[in-house]
């Protein structure tokens, strides 16, 4: 059994408590994490501004190029992680078993995980709008129209809050290190699979191991990382977002409520469009903020539900290792049998129908974990309580509206995807402030580009544009 | 020799004995007070006349204990308080401790003078080279309708010294972490915090203090942050509490808050386990030795932790094994023939300082944890 130590500064810390994680089927340990009390993140916090000194040694530069180094060993090497080698059948085995995720998925998050990793240069261009790296670094600089432009670092470290169960989503802390600011984490207690992997590449390519700290624990640590850091994100649900909501120092990544929106200039062609909806819906097995929850149009919306519901009612629970597997499972079986029971309340109202009722039992219990079954719904308005829904597994509501009220009523969407040509409705959902990501066209809402910022550009959130003025004396 | 007594040392065999003689003596001459029609208490002697045998004349040993019912905390939530009142106390003034109350009614536990003796009792195990006598103390915990601040109080008079107290309301505490007012909560931390560091930079000589581990951590690092230390404050004696108090903690605080171990620091802390039935149990000394293990004895023969198993409360695990906390709480103001705690941790041996059992790696009872709000303080 591998034991994961508490990272301090890149020192490990022999820790006298422990957490047991374990396999989501079988509940057999897999691994002996050791954790840290929030007086130790507290104390090491004061020393945060060593992690920015040791990342300036390096330029942006040399910085992104082992990065690139590290996307590979992340990817595909053998790692020293915990007390163990750590080869990728290794990680991907320990991420299935501790997540519940099928092991194809935590093969494809890796690659995300790498490809950003490996694009960073790109990607912080795109962040930065073209802008010189150095300038960030320096703090000041020429930025070639012969004014001085100045970006105030607001943190010498980031700290993040890891979630539990989405591997995919650490590609949002990652750019940090080239831009010279040091990373505190609290590992979730199912998924420490990915920071520690990561941190050790991060290492392994030559980058200062008193950047990165790893604090295993309970909520008193993420309070602590919170409390002490000036820029921190935390990745939970729709209560979390609404708690942090208006601080700046706290970034927050809750449910994203992703929908596609068909314009009425499409929606009769609305089958040529099935496979980009089933993609949205389905990918890795729902759980994402940027899976599609919300299926807006103002005609055919049953046939589409039906179609949707024909493609991915029939899906099974298989075995993690199964490249065929589409279902994670839910670790804690309490969740899905709570998801179970709010979403058969959705069921009990008026013109809400089950699509994929005649597909079978949607709640599939075992010994250790539980699964929930794809489901689509219809709902025949927009008032009715399951167009607000998003949940942990495959699940959509295909939802009636007509098109005129459609931007009025959908709510925060992380990704919307809208099928029309019709330039006044591309017009007016550019100008909604409820879509955070558009995307024109038939783009599945989970396929990113990571050119673009997802949820906030953390350029915005690390870095502040100021006047700086220098005058010859 | 039954299995669960094959570690205790040889060596101690008559030590313990003589302490089993004492808890089985003490308990005959407690039921007897509690059960007796002209010292007795309303509750008890109405709870008498519900039992299938004579408590005066059933009850011969500690073990007997195991005849009653056991004690339900739900008895103490809600009035009258007075039917707790043994008759032969009548008249004397009455203290009302609660615990609890976040929500509902509190439970509720009257007092006459235990708190008071339970503190000197503990008095007598402080080294004096970290806690001198005569010395002032800083009690830095809740008050309010608790036992700990005039316990305390009692500690530093009783010791020569003068407290100076700082409260805090764990169950506005509880309120703001259910509420997510973590900001509220960092700032009602600091609030109590800003206190303790201005009379600990008054002049006031205080040497020894109370304090909960979490205040004791902000404490600590509030004093850093002005440039001092708890060293340098003039602090040498601690003792904090509760089930936060565990080894890693301790590690912690000793290692990085402290700077060392006693003897290079100067600082030396105690843990106890304690709470409003039972009083105040002592710790085993704890050293980095032995990864900071932290082992608690309960005061005997005024009360008694066994450490039980899962599915059987009447039979205690073995030395090293793992059960649930069961106390027994015999003091002629109250008595409490076997509650179950809300925590569990591993049975530990006898040994010279405490002849009795103990208790080691005390936490939430895992059938409860998850309901439990810990770390309030």
Same mark, same amino acid.
């Given at each position: 059994?591998?034991?994961?130590?508490?990272?301090?500064?890149?020192?490990?810390?022999?820790?006298?408590?422990?957490?047991?994680?374990?396999?989501?089927?079988?509940?057999?340990?897999?691994?002996?994490?050791?954790?840290?009390?929030?007086?130790?993140?507290?104390?090491?916090?004061?020393?945060?501004?060593?992690?920015?000194?040791?990342?300036?040694?390096?330029?942006?530069?040399?910085?992104?190029?082992?990065?690139?180094?590290?996307?590979?060993?992340?990817?595909?090497?053998?790692?020293?992680?915990?007390?163990?080698?750590?080869?990728?059948?290794?990680?991907?085995?320990?991420?299935?078993?501790?997540?519940?995720?099928?092991?194809?998925?935590?093969?494809?998050?890796?690659?995300?995980?790498?490809?950003?990793?490996?694009?960073?240069?790109?990607?912080?261009?795109?962040?930065?709008?073209?802008?010189?790296?150095?300038?960030?670094?320096?703090?000041?600089?020429?930025?070639?129209?012969?004014?001085?432009?100045?970006?105030?670092?607001?943190?010498?470290?980031?700290?993040?809050?890891?979630?539990?169960?989405?591997?995919?989503?650490?590609?949002?802390?990652?750019?940090?290190?080239?831009?010279?600011?040091?990373?505190?984490?609290?590992?979730?207690?199912?998924?420490?699979?990915?920071?520690?992997?990561?941190?050790?590449?991060?290492?392994?390519?030559?980058?200062?191991?008193?950047?990165?700290?790893?604090?295993?624990?309970?909520?008193?640590?993420?309070?602590?990382?919170?409390?002490?850091?000036?820029?921190?994100?935390?990745?939970?649900?729709?209560?979390?977002?609404?708690?942090?909501?208006?601080?700046?120092?706290?970034?927050?990544?809750?449910?994203?409520?992703?929908?596609?929106?068909?314009?009425?200039?499409?929606?009769?062609?609305?089958?040529?469009?099935?496979?980009?909806?089933?993609?949205?819906?389905?990918?890795?097995?729902?759980?994402?903020?940027?899976?599609?929850?919300?299926?807006?149009?103002?005609?055919?919306?049953?046939?589409?539900?039906?179609?949707?519901?024909?493609?991915?009612?029939?899906?099974?629970?298989?075995?993690?290792?199964?490249?065929?597997?589409?279902?994670?499972?839910?670790?804690?079986?309490?969740?899905?049998?709570?998801?179970?029971?709010?979403?058969?309340?959705?069921?009990?109202?008026?013109?809400?129908?089950?699509?994929?009722?005649?597909?079978?039992?949607?709640?599939?219990?075992?010994?250790?974990?539980?699964?929930?079954?794809?489901?689509?719904?219809?709902?025949?308005?927009?008032?009715?309580?399951?167009?607000?829904?998003?949940?942990?597994?495959?699940?959509?509501?295909?939802?009636?509206?007509?098109?005129?009220?459609?931007?009025?009523?959908?709510?925060?969407?992380?990704?919307?995807?809208?099928?029309?040509?019709?330039?006044?409705?591309?017009?007016?959902?550019?100008?909604?402030?409820?879509?955070?990501?558009?995307?024109?066209?038939?783009?599945?809402?989970?396929?990113?580009?990571?050119?673009?910022?997802?949820?906030?550009?953390?350029?915005?959130?690390?870095?502040?544009?100021?006047?700086?003025?220098?005058?010859?004396? | 020799?039954?299995?669960?007594?094959?570690?205790?040392?040889?060596?101690?065999?008559?030590?313990?004995?003589?302490? =089993? @003689?004492?808890?089985?003596?003490?308990?005959? =001459?407690?039921?007897?007070?509690?059960?007796?029609?002209?010292?007795?208490?309303?509750? #008890?002697?109405?709870?008498?006349? &519900?039992?299938?045998?004579?408590?005066?004349?059933?009850?011969?040993?500690?073990?007997?204990?195991?005849?009653?019912?056991?004690? &339900?905390? &739900? #008895?103490?939530?809600?009035?009258?308080?007075?039917?707790?009142?043994?008759?032969?106390?009548?008249?004397?003034?009455?203290?009302?401790?609660?615990?609890?109350?976040?929500?509902?009614?509190?439970?509720? =536990?009257?007092?006459?003078?235990?708190? #008071?003796?339970?503190?000197?009792?503990?008095?007598?195990?402080?080294?004096?080279?970290?806690?001198?006598?005569?010395?002032?103390?800083?009690?830095?915990?809740?008050?309010?309708?608790?036992?700990?601040?005039?316990?305390?109080?009692?500690?530093?008079?009783?010791?020569?010294? !003068?407290?100076?107290?700082?409260?805090?309301?764990?169950?506005?505490?509880?309120?703001?972490?259910?509420?997510? #007012?973590?900001?509220?909560?960092?700032?009602?931390?600091?609030?109590?915090?800003?206190?303790?560091?201005?009379?600990?930079?008054?002049?006031?000589?205080?040497?020894?203090?109370?304090?909960?581990?979490?205040?004791?951590?902000?404490?600590?690092?509030?004093?850093?942050?002005?440039?001092?230390?708890?060293?340098?404050?003039? !602090?040498?004696? !601690?003792?904090?509490?509760?089930?936060?108090?565990?080894?890693?903690?301790?590690?912690?605080?000793?290692?990085?808050?402290?700077?060392?171990?006693?003897? &290079?620091?100067? !600082?030396?802390?105690?843990?106890?386990?304690?709470?409003?039935?039972?009083?105040?149990?002592?710790?085993?000394?704890?050293?980095?030795?032995?990864?900071?293990?932290?082992?608690?004895?309960?005061?005997?023969?005024?009360?008694?932790?066994?450490?039980?198993?899962?599915? @059987?409360?009447?039979?205690?695990?073995?030395?090293?094994?793992?059960?649930?906390?069961?106390?027994?709480?015999?003091?002629?103001?109250?008595?409490?023939?076997?509650?179950?705690?809300?925590?569990?941790?591993?049975?530990?041996?006898?040994?010279?300082?405490?002849?009795?059992?103990?208790?080691?790696?005390?936490?939430?009872?895992?059938?409860?944890?998850?309901?439990?709000?810990?770390?309030?303080?």
């Amino acid at each position: 059994m591998i034991t994961l130590s508490p990272l301090r500064w890149g020192k490990p810390y022999d820790s006298l408590d422990f957490k047991e994680v374990v396999h989501f089927d079988t509940g057999q340990p897999i691994a002996k994490v050791g954790t840290v009390g929030s007086g130790i993140v507290g104390r090491d916090m004061r020393q945060a501004q060593k992690a920015r000194d040791a990342l300036l040694q390096l330029t942006p530069h040399d910085l992104i190029a082992r990065c690139q180094k590290a996307a590979n060993l992340f990817e595909q090497g053998d790692l020293k992680v915990g007390d163990s080698t750590q080869s990728v059948d290794d990680f991907v085995h320990q991420q299935s078993a501790s997540t519940g995720l099928p092991e194809h998925m935590c093969r494809s998050n890796m690659a995300k995980n790498s490809f950003v990793l490996k694009n960073i240069g790109h990607i912080l261009e795109c962040l930065t709008r073209g802008l010189d790296l150095s300038i960030l670094s320096k703090g000041y600089g020429e930025e070639g129209r012969g004014v001085t432009v100045s970006y105030q670092v607001q943190t010498p470290v980031l700290g993040a809050i890891l979630p539990n169960n989405s591997p995919g989503v650490h590609t949002l802390w990652l750019p940090a290190v080239p831009l010279q600011i040091g990373l505190v984490l609290k590992p979730g207690s199912q998924e420490p699979w990915t920071p520690y992997r990561m941190i050790s590449a991060f290492i392994e390519a030559g980058i200062p191991a008193e950047a990165f700290s790893l604090y295993p624990g309970d909520h008193d640590v993420g309070g602590a990382i919170m409390a002490k850091s000036k820029r921190s994100m935390i990745f939970g649900s729709a209560h979390t977002v609404d708690q942090h909501a208006g601080n700046p120092r706290v970034q927050a990544h809750g449910p994203g409520f992703s929908k596609i929106l068909i314009g009425d200039d499409v929606v009769d062609d609305w089958e040529s469009h099935l496979d980009m909806m089933v993609e949205s819906v389905l990918s890795n097995s729902g759980r994402s903020c940027i899976n599609c929850s919300g299926i807006w149009a103002s005609r055919h919306t049953e046939a589409i539900a039906k179609a949707i519901a024909e493609r991915i009612g029939p899906i099974d629970v298989r075995p993690p290792s199964d490249p065929q597997a589409e279902l994670a499972a839910f670790t804690v079986a309490a969740m899905a049998t709570g998801t179970d029971a709010m979403v058969k309340q959705d069921l009990a109202e008026n013109g809400v129908i089950d699509m994929t009722a005649e597909y079978g039992e949607k709640l599939i219990e075992r010994e250790y974990c539980a699964y929930l079954r794809p489901m689509v719904v219809h709902a025949d308005s927009p008032d009715r309580q399951v167009a607000t829904k998003e949940y942990m597994f495959p699940f959509v509501s295909v939802i009636k509206c007509p098109q005129s009220e459609m931007l009025g009523r959908i709510g925060s969407t992380l990704v919307g995807t809208l099928l029309s040509r019709d330039e006044s409705l591309i017009k007016a959902a550019g100008n909604s402030t409820d879509i955070d990501r558009l995307n024109v066209g038939p783009i599945p809402t989970n396929r990113l580009n990571w050119l673009q910022p997802h949820e906030g550009n953390l350029i915005d959130f690390l870095f502040r544009s100021r006047a700086y003025q220098i005058a010859e004396f | 020799m039954p299995e669960a007594d094959q570690k205790v040392n040889s060596d101690m065999i008559p030590q313990v004995d003589a302490a =089993r @003689d004492a808890l089985n003596e003490h308990t005959l =001459r407690t039921v007897h007070w509690h059960f007796h029609d002209d010292t007795g208490s309303p509750f #008890w002697l109405e709870k008498k006349r &519900e039992l299938n045998f004579d408590p005066l004349t059933d009850i011969k040993s500690f073990d007997d204990l195991k005849k009653f019912p056991l004690f &339900e905390d &739900e #008895w103490l939530r809600g009035g009258p308080i007075q039917r707790w009142v043994p008759q032969g106390h009548a008249g004397k003034p009455v203290y009302v401790f609660e615990t609890g109350g976040t929500t509902g009614v509190p439970k509720s =536990r009257m007092v006459i003078e235990d708190h #008071w003796k339970d503190y000197e009792l503990f008095s007598s195990t402080l080294p004096e080279t970290y806690f001198p006598t005569g010395s002032n103390w800083l009690m830095l915990g809740p008050s309010g309708p608790r036992r700990l601040r005039l316990a305390v109080e009692h500690l530093a008079q009783h010791r020569g010294g !003068i407290c100076f107290c700082i409260d805090l309301d764990p169950r506005w505490v509880v309120k703001l972490i259910k509420k997510g #007012w973590m900001e509220h909560l960092e700032e009602y931390k600091k609030h109590c915090i800003d206190q303790a560091v201005t009379i600990l930079t008054a002049g006031h000589d205080v040497k020894c203090m109370f304090a909960t581990p979490k205040l004791l951590e902000a404490l600590c690092e509030a004093l850093e942050e002005k440039g001092t230390s708890i060293s340098e404050v003039g !602090i040498t004696g !601690i003792f904090s509490g509760g089930t936060e108090f565990t080894p890693q903690w301790t590690r912690f605080c000793v290692e990085e808050l402290f700077g060392g171990a006693p003897q &290079e620091s100067g !600082i030396y802390m105690t843990p106890t386990y304690g709470n409003t039935l039972m009083g105040l149990a002592c710790s085993k000394p704890i050293r980095a030795e032995d990864g900071y293990k932290i082992s608690y004895y309960a005061p005997q023969p005024r009360a008694a932790t066994e450490v039980v198993q899962f599915d @059987d409360y009447d039979q205690v695990v073995g030395y090293g094994e793992t059960g649930r906390v069961k106390l027994y709480t015999l003091t002629d103001e109250f008595f409490v023939p076997g509650f179950m705690e809300r925590d569990e941790g591993e049975r530990e041996a006898p040994f010279d300082l405490y002849p009795w059992d103990g208790v080691s790696g005390v936490r939430p009872f895992h059938q409860l944890a998850s309901a439990t709000t810990v770390g309030v303080y």
